[in-house]
């Protein structure tokens, strides 16, 4: 069974930057389209960005401009650049295949 682990979180300053990264445990990780999500205190677990396992990328608009999603699928890897952070990017970033979920990241962005 596909597993997801993510890593890279932290506590940063507003204005700065954090990659997230996203390891899958075996490459039937290449053949499926994933995304990050985000989860705040109090709030709904809502979409930040998805990737198509060619390539094909879409954000929400709140990061649009910002953050940039990636995948390695030689590595089984999947990245979240996420830069000129805010605090309302503060929350716990989860990766996904849409069937399979990790564990999520805690990003704080605070000065």
């Known amino acids: 069974q596909l597993q997801l682990v993510e890593s890279g979180g932290g506590l940063v300053q507003p204005g700065g930057s954090l990659r997230l990264s996203c390891a899958a445990s075996?490459?039937?990780?290449?053949?499926?389209?994933m995304g990050w999500y985000r989860q705040a205190p109090g709030k709904q677990r809502e979409s930040v960005a998805s990737?198509?396992?060619?390539?094909?990328?879409h954000y929400a608009d709140s990061v649009k401009g910002r953050f940039t999603i990636s995948r390695d699928n030689a590595k089984n890897m999947a990245y979240l650049q996420m830069n000129s952070l805010k605090p309302d990017d503060t929350a716990v970033y989860y990766c996904?295949?849409?069937?399979?979920w990790g564990q999520g990241t805690q990003v704080t962005v605070s000065s």
């Open positions: 990737i198509t396992r060619g390539g094909n990328t």
């Open positions: 075996d490459n039937s990780f290449s053949t499926l389209a």
């Open positions: 996904t295949t849409y069937t399979t």
